[in-house]
């Protein structure tokens, strides 16, 4: 392996530059921190965010199928 190629592998892999992975790691990041804050309380308040952490999951799933189909 080239030296700094590990830094560079995945980006090639998946066809991005590294602003674009940033954006898209980002988004996902903080979609899921959400996601899992929304969890949390709703476990201490269950009456509150019923569904969060499901439609998190269900939306971020069809972002990653609809991506995959995209690059067909």
């Known amino acids: 392996m ?3 190629s590990f830094l560079t592998e995945h980006l090639r892999a998946i066809d991005k530059s590294y602003f674009e992975h940033l ?3 980002l988004y996902y990041g903080f979609r899921l921190l959400i996601g ?3 969890a949390i309380l709703h476990a201490i308040f269950p009456f509150i965010l019923t569904t969060i952490a499901s ?3 269900n939306d971020l799933h069809k972002m990653n199928i609809n991506r995959l189909n995209s690059d067909d």
């Open 55 to 57: 439609d998190t999951i």
């Open 2 to 4: 080239k030296k700094g």
């Open 23 to 25: 954006k898209d790691a």
């Open 36 to 38: 899992g804050v929304g």
